[in-house]
């Protein structure tokens, strides 16, 4: 064989072998490297996106929880000034209540001061008749003198 005719030969099966790779095999293989790379970047928007999103959702939980947080010491600053408010009224319901208290202990002493000044009264007068009775030697009737003794009675 001559070596051109092989050499013809070899390149018209090249030919016919890169014409059917062209027309059978390369399309399938760009579109599944298209259809690949197409997947790919999908994925990354998608990643992307998502990570976009947390982002946005943990700024959003940070706002949720600044706010919370601001509440919570808004609810503690009440209770604090409730609590402040119940002690003042406690304290002047305390105030009240000893006063009064006082007041009855006074009243009370006053009466018991009274109430032994007249049993003084009456023990004073009771001595002074008996004493008068043991200077005269002779009985004083109560009754009669009665006008005097009550007189004897407020002087002492």
């Known amino acids: ?19 059917f790779c062209m027309k059978f095999v390369w399309p399938p293989l760009t579109e599944a490297l ?9 994925g990354l928007n ?3 996106k998502a990570q976009d999103d947390l982002k946005a959702a943990e ?9 919370a947080k601001e509440q ?11 609590a402040s408010q119940l002690v003042e009224e406690a304290k002047v319901q305390a105030q009240v209540e000893s006063e009064r208290i006082k007041a ?10 009274n109430r032994a000044r007249d049993q003084l009264r009456t023990q004073v007068a009771a001595l002074a008749i008996a004493g008068a009775e043991k200077i005269l030697q ?10 005097m003794l009550n007189q004897l009675a407020t002087e002492l």
């Open 1 to 19: 064989m001559n070596i051109n005719a092989t050499l013809l030969g070899q390149a018209i099966s090249f030919a016919i072998f890169v014409w």
């Open 34 to 42: 298209a259809a690949r790379q197409k997947k790919i970047a999908d």
């Open 46 to 48: 998608a990643a992307n």
């Open 59 to 67: 700024e959003k939980v940070a706002q949720e929880l600044k706010a």
């Open 72 to 82: 919570t010491a808004q609810l503690l600053e009440q209770a604090n000034r409730r």
């Open 104 to 113: 009855q202990a006074r009243e009370q002493i006053e009466q018991e001061t």
């Open 138 to 147: 002779a009985e004083v009737n109560a009754n009669a003198h009665a006008a």
